[in-house]
């Protein structure tokens, strides 16, 4: 069973950054690809971006991409989403999730098997 448990959200000025956690247990994540998803209010749960445990490679949605970067801490088993320049838009509930590696990439959040609880990230103009 995997466990996944999101923090770091808060109130950011536009401009600004922010950095989320994602710890995992309950597994062997080199065998995993996590992903970064979120989701506005009245709009659907949107992919923002993947990191390849066992490997670091990474895949971002087009919004997001030259602003948000993903790592991963394997001693933590921890990966992250560092956000800078941060834009009123990027305000959601933003959840972690994970898949088995062996699936291949997705953007899709159907695909993935397990879902952190999700933090609020506020950016005022």
């Known amino acids: 069973q995997v466990q996944l448990v999101a923090s770091g959200g808060g109130l950011v000025q536009a401009g600004g950054s922010l950095r989320l956690s994602c710890a995992a247990s309950g597994r062997t994540f080199s065998d995993y690809i996590m992903a970064w998803f979120r989701q506005a209010p009245g709009k659907d749960r949107d992919f923002v971006g993947s990191i390849r445990w066992s490997d670091t490679t990474t895949d971002y949605a087009d919004s997001v991409k030259g602003r948000f970067t993903i790592s991963r801490d394997n001693a933590e088993s921890t990966v992250y989403l560092q956000m800078n320049s941060l834009k009123p838009e990027d305000t959601a509930v933003y959840y972690c999730?994970?898949?088995?590696?062996?699936?291949?990439?997705?953007?899709?959040?159907?695909?993935?098997?397990?879902w952190g609880q999700g933090t609020q990230v506020t950016v005022s103009s």
């Open positions: 999730a994970a898949r088995a590696r062996a699936s291949g990439w997705s953007r899709f959040k159907s695909d993935y098997y397990y």
